[in-house]
């Protein structure tokens, strides 16, 4: 099973992402994103498969943390998927252009999220 971290500054979401991946047998860390150094501070100290995270946060903007992950070597690896409530076309783009693996919209409900998920961690 896969090691996800979920990244997300709705205490609810990250909960209710957490649980079905939990369920499904990974083993998942959340993270509230006060700053991006935190975030990045865990995923040294977690070193994640997946990473799940939002994109509208207002201490740790997805598309910095997406950034600061696709420069990393350390992370060369990660696979990353954004769920946001934002689905603008140029939005999805430019995360793809930055590498992400995948881009749900949060209102897809969590079986969704569980299956895009288990797809990128090889576990589908």
């Known amino acids: 099973m896969a090691k996800v971290l979920v990244v997300d500054d709705s205490k609810l979401f990250r909960m209710l992402a957490s649980a079905p991946l939990t369920g499904a047998g990974h083993t998942v860390r959340q993270v509230d994103p006060v700053s991006l150094f935190e975030v990045l501070k865990v995923l040294y100290e977690f070193n994640p498969d997946l ?22 070597p350390n992370f060369h690896n990660v696979k990353i998927l954004v769920c946001s409530s934002h689905g603008e076309e140029a939005l999805v783009e430019r995360m793809g252009n930055l590498l992400v693996n995948g881009y749900i919209l949060k209102g897809g409900g969590m079986v969704n999220l569980l299956a895009r998920a288990e797809h990128l961690v090889g576990q589908a």
């Open 51 to 72: 990473v799940v995270t939002d994109y509208w946060m207002p201490n740790c903007n997805g598309e910095t943390l997406v950034r600061a992950i696709r420069e990393d």
